[in-house]
């Protein structure tokens, strides 16, 4: 009996608490006149998650309700809390919590996007691109008229071609974080959706690739890609959007544009 | 008219561009440039719209701007671009305009190098300014084998990307000291 009480109230020996600072990027649209600054929560990493969506969460429920930011699954996969983390664009559900107390953890929506508030910004531009590049197997032998009749057979080479490419979450972590999508996001497509084209270039099962590349023939849905690279070194799911615009590049480079040009406009 | 002022200056000038962007925020967004704007399907069309649609409402809502530069973390892969982006400037203004310079002034080059020599400079000064002088062509010529490899869709994997990153930074500070003290 006594053993087990100095067991028990050993346990409950409170440990001092780790304080960690968030400094939060901050603005509200309802606030005439409200200024974008930052504001910085203190969190107890003891009593918290080791995620920083776990920190964020915390401070909404606990200390300021007003804080504002997407999420859903918690475990990567669905690409709601992509942010810009400690100067690195991530998914705050995947991204550790730095344990150094003394720095603060800078948080920002995703770089030069419209921030409808806090840390919610305007992705309807980046799911417009992707809608343009027509995301969706086309077959030319009228076969998607009876769609579910028979299975369009795929080897595993080329079932293999896919992969690196399918796992893309849409999270817009690469194409925020690309300088080149900065200053051109109206009409230079960004990593994401230039991925997501070659993905459905590269499928053996669709017959549109040359009027896929063809819809790329101009100066600035593929060729402002520079080869600045921060794409790749920031996707949270390790994929690389470099390489496949690259291979873009080389495959407008071989294709047979004057015969994708007939049949285009035939 | 910000797509021609791009396209007169190609590669080299990221602070005309960063100025055609302002220009083209208050144009209206002209996303017909694209090449095939007579085959649009129905697909093709809605997007373009919603595109259109986006810059309407958040210039009329006068929504801010996420902070991008001043809060970006500087990356191996983006310092080392912008070294090759501003070495190509820099050699792109300042060659020509020497050549020029040098073709109206009186006198041949080898005046000049000698009227440098009078001045008697401290020598460190003159280390610095041939380090200044050799590193843009060195970065910028072996960075260029890199993006060539690139061309190629060669060695885009993230950690073929750094080691080659930091291969060419190192070779360059190599060659251009090569250049500085043994030539």
């Known amino acids: 009996m006594q053993t087990r009480c100095a067991q028990t109230s050993a346990a409950t020996a409170p440990e001092p608490a780790r304080m960690k600072k968030f400094a939060v990027y901050r603005w509200d649209p309802e606030k005439p006149g409200d200024k974008p600054k930052m504001q910085t929560y203190e969190v107890d990493l003891n009593t918290c998650g080791p995620m920083v969506l776990d920190a964020l969460i915390k401070i909404k429920n606990e200390m300021d309700p007003t804080l504002t930011f997407r999420r859903s699954c918690r475990e990567g996969i669905c690409g709601s809390c992509s942010m810009n983390i400690g100067g690195s664009n991530t998914l705050a559900c995947l991204c550790k919590i730095d344990d150094n107390l003394g720095k603060a953890t800078k948080i920002y929506p995703l770089p030069h996007m419209y921030v409808i508030k806090d840390l919610v910004p305007d992705m309807s531009n980046f799911y417009a691109q992707y809608r343009s590049i027509e995301p969706y197997l086309k077959k030319k032998d009228g076969s998607d008229k009876n769609i579910g009749d028979k299975q369009y057979l795929q080897t595993t080479g080329d079932r293999a071609k896919l992969d690196g490419l399918y796992e893309c979450i849409l999270c817009a972590c690469c194409s925020t974080s690309c300088p080149s999508y900065w200053w051109n996001s109206d009409k230079y497509l960004g990593p994401a959706v230039l991925m997501q084209a070659y993905r459905w270039m590269v499928d053996s099962r669709d017959d549109y690739t040359s009027e896929r590349l063809f819809q790329m023939e101009d100066r600035f849905s593929v060729y402002r890609c520079h080869t600045i690279m921060n794409c790749t070194k920031t996707c949270p799911k390790g994929l690389n959007p470099g390489l496949a615009i690259g291979e873009i590049k080389k495959m407008l480079a071989k294709y047979n544009s004057k015969e994708a040009k007939q049949l285009a406009q035939a | ?183």
């Open chain 2, 1 to 183: 008219m910000a797509a021609m002022i791009r396209a007169s200056f190609g590669k080299g000038s990221a602070l005309l561009t960063s100025n055609a962007a302002l220009l083209s925020r208050l144009q209206p967004v002209v996303v017909t440039q694209l090449s095939h704007t007579s085959t649009r399907s129905q697909t093709e069309d809605i997007a373009y719209k919603e595109m259109e649609e986006f810059w309407d409402k958040n210039r009329r809502l006068n929504r801010p701007l996420s902070p991008h530069l001043r809060i970006y973390n500087p990356e191996l892969t983006s310092m080392l671009s912008l070294c090759h982006r501003a070495t190509g400037i820099a050699m792109a203004v300042t060659v020509p305009f020497v050549a020029a310079t040098l073709l109206g002034l009186p006198g041949d080059f080898s005046s000049y190098i000698e009227y440098i020599k009078d001045l008697h400079l401290n020598p460190a000064i003159l280390t610095a300014a041939k380090y200044v002088l050799a590193f843009p062509i060195c970065y910028h010529y072996i960075n260029g084998i890199r993006h060539l490899a690139w061309d190629w869709a060669i060695g885009f994997d993230l950690k073929t990307t750094y080691q080659s990153g930091y291969f060419v930074m190192a070779l360059a500070l190599l060659v251009t000291a090569g250049f500085v003290h043994l030539l």
